[in-house]
Nanobody, 127 residues
Framework: EVQLVESGGGLVQPGGSPRLSCAAS????????MSWFRQAPGKGLEWISAIDNSDGTTHYANSVKGRFTISGDNAKNTLYLQLNSLKTEDTAMYYC????????????????????WGQGTQVTVSS
């Protein structure tokens, strides 16, 4: 079964640095593009980061650039998102997703380009 399971969220103080994990099964993350999204209360899904395993590049939304780092451990088949310098506005449910669209142009933020999603892990930033 193809599945993604996130973990690592919780209650974090402003400035905190948790690491989120996304364990994959049924496929190898090393052969796919993978992304992280988040959904803040009352808002839509926001793409925040991606890793393109076809060329090893990483990509970030302006809202998290310089603070978050995406990485993957192919041996563990797990995707990570290191969150640093957290702010209250980073409070959200965080999801990982497997990019499935075919084509030269990559649209990281287009939800229909993903065919597998995790259940999410909640990050609450509060003092």
């Amino acid at each position: 079964e193809v599945q993604l399971v996130e973990s690592g969220g919780g209650l974090v103080q402003p400035g905190g640095s948790p690491r989120l994990s996304c364990a994959a099964s049924g496929f190898s993350i090393s052969t796919y593009r993978m992304s992280w999204f988040r959904q803040a209360p009352g808002k839509g899904l926001e793409w925040i980061s991606a890793i393109d395993n076809s060329d090893g590049t990483t990509h970030y939304a302006n809202s998290v650039k310089g603070r978050f780092t995406i990485s993957g451990d192919n041996a563990k088949n797990t995707l990570y998102l290191q969150l640093n310098s957290l702010k209250t506005e980073d409070t959200a449910m965080y999801y990982c997703a497997k990019y499935s669209a075919i084509g030269y142009l990559i649209h990281w933020s287009e939800l229909s380009n993903y065919n597998v999603w995790g259940q999410g892990t909640q990050v609450t930033v509060s003092s």
